[in-house]
T-cell receptor
Framework: DSGVTQTPKHLITATGQRVTLRCSPR?????VYWYQQSLDQGLQFLIQ???????AKGNILERFSAQQFPDLHSELNLSSLELGDSALYFC????????????FGDGTRLSIL | TQLLEQSPQFLSIQEGENLTVYCNSS?????LQWYRQEPGEGPVLLVT?????EVKKLKRLTFQFGDARKDSSLHITAAQPGDTGLYLC???????????FGDGTTLTVKP
């Protein structure tokens, strides 16, 4: 058990819709990272927050946004969903502000119909 | 453009065999991580290497960071079915200000 909790585990929705994915980092970790994993693109870094502030930005689309709250949990919002957004979305956490995550959650599988 | 190339992409071996997988790049990394991911789960961090030429051992797994900090290898001795999974390397490129994952090596160890 990594200590990182992601909800929901599975999400099925339609094109054009908006969803919110939630992540609680491992206790004591200040950094939260979001990744997208698809079969054809591997694990792609989206964004990192450290203690409530955006630390680094990767290949995150403008339709996607994220934030980290004072209690350190984070949410990833995906809007105007397209078929190509179907993927596994992972949250990870770390005790430092570095670019490398230490603990991954088990992911949210998003299916767009 | 793939910053980190992992090879082979797929590897299927019998229990008891040895194997080596590789992670190569043209970029210099300040650190490099290896993870193992099993189906339905998130990646699990195995090791972090930071010094050129560094060798780290984790039971039957041996990790080496290249002298120039551009490449790394993972050697598994006497592989077991429990070693089956997707092995991912990730490099921290300080100059580029980014961290990148390779596409991984899918290892299957048959009993």
């Amino acid at each position: 058990d990594s200590g990182v909790t992601q909800t929901p585990k599975h999400l099925i929705t339609a094109t054009g819709q908006r969803v919110t994915l939630r992540c609680s980092p491992r206790s004591g970790d200040l950094s939260v990272y979001w990744y997208q994993q698809s079969l054809d693109q591997g694990l792609q870094f989206l964004i990192q927050y450290y203690n409530g502030e955006e630390r680094a930005k990767g290949n995150i689309l403008e339709r996607f946004s994220a934030q980290q709250f004072p209690d350190l949990h984070s949410e990833l919002n995906l809007s105007s969903l397209e078929l190509g957004d179907s993927a596994l979305y992972f949250c990870a956490s770390s005790s430092t502000g570095g670019r490398q995550p230490q603990h991954f959650g088990d992911g949210t599988r998003l299916s767009i119909l | 453009t793939q910053l980190l190339e992992q090879s082979p992409q797929f590897l299927s071996i019998q229990e008891g065999e040895n194997l080596t997988v590789y992670c190569n790049s043209s970029s210099v990394f300040s650190s490099l991580q290896w993870y193992r991911q099993e189906p339905g789960e998130g990646p699990v961090l195995l090791v972090t290497v930071v010094t050129g030429g560094e060798v780290k051992k984790l039971k039957r797994l041996t990790f080496q960071f290249g002298d120039a900090r551009k490449d790394s290898s993972l050697h598994i001795t006497a592989a077991q079915p429990g070693d089956t999974g997707l092995y991912l390397c990730a490099g921290d490129d300080t100059n580029a200000g980014k961290s990148t994952f390779g596409d991984g090596t899918t290892l299957t160890v048959k009993p």
